[in-house]
């Protein structure tokens, strides 16, 4: 009776972990099982008598009374008879709610099902149905010997093992039907539509931590780390707080420039701002270079032609002429 009230729990738990992206057990998912387990506790009375006993109570059932009303505990085996159809019953349509909702979830967060899905479905559908039948049969069969007290029709005592243990032969000749489930050849969901999940929430994070480098670097260039000779990519990343990896996928990504790039862009246009203050009026060329964080005058020459388009000589002397 025990291992009766596991089958219900056992197949919510295939149904929900065969769609579920986490194959993992949860804590939680153990609560199905108490009702095995107070069951258990019920029948420990029955159990732990001796087998003389319990010989001695089938004999008086099956030959003297054929009432199936023993006491046993709390509850008496004709109830616990009706509750273990109930309780398969309960998680059948337990198991396909779910297996809808999370169906219809994965459809309102992808715009599409996995492509295998028509192939669970019919699965899962064809192995619920089954238990549902089961479950129906047995609760109409036990309705009709104990409280109508009379063998109608298909729920004669012969019919019940016939359509009970054919049901159950049948679970395993319909799962041949099924190959890529009899060889586990197929996943869910698809790997391709868990592929571009995250894909999708990789680019999410990414723009994410894009905007906040934004933000962190409005106050960080305040300080004009730049101009510091030797400034490095891993310089930033240290003084912010970030990997080297992340920092440079911003620039590569969000400003589509390399850091480099980035660095020599900052120190020219700082260079242009001492020129056009007039900051730089009495420094050579070499003087504004060394100024702005460049290691050589012929680097920072090449630079800055290739940011303003010309050489700096040029640049100043259109600066004063304005």
Known sequence: MPLSFV????????????????????PKDYLHLVPALIVVIISLPYTTLPFSKKVAIA??????????????????????????PLHLFIYC????????????KRLNQFGILPSNHITIQRWIYALVGLQLFISTY??????????????????SYQNYFRAVGGTFFLQNIVLFLFPKILFDSISYPDPSLAKNRAAQLKKNNSQEINQNITVQLETYLGNTPFLVPGFSLSKMALDLQ????????????????????????????????LIDEGKA????????????????????IDAFKERKGVVPSSYIKQSNSN
């Not at 349509?93 to 219809?104: D, I, M, P, R």
């Not at 990504?253 to 980035?262: P, R």
């Open 7 to 26: 089958i219900g729990p056992l197949l919510f738990y295939y149904v929900k972990y065969a769609v579920a992206e986490n194959k993992n057990i949860v």
């Open 59 to 84: 004999h008086h059932i099956q030959a003297v009374t054929q009432d199936y009303d023993f006491k046993i505990s709390i509850f008496s085996l004709k109830q616990m008879m009706f509750l273990r």
């Open 93 to 104: 349509v337990a198991s396909l709610v779910y297996f809808k909702k999370a169906t219809q």
């Open 138 to 155: 047995c609760f109409l069969d036990t309705f009709a010997a104990f409280i109508l007290k009379n063998e109608l029709g298909i729920f």
């Open 242 to 273: 970030l990997s080297e990896r992340v920092l440079s996928n911003y620039f590569n990504t969000e400003l589509a420039v390399s850091f480099s790039e980035w660095k020599n862009n900052q120190r020219i246009d700082y260079a242009c701002k």
């Open 281 to 300: 009026d009495k420094l050579t060329v070499e003087g504004i270079s060394l100024n702005v964080g460049f290691s050589s005058r012929s680097k920072f």
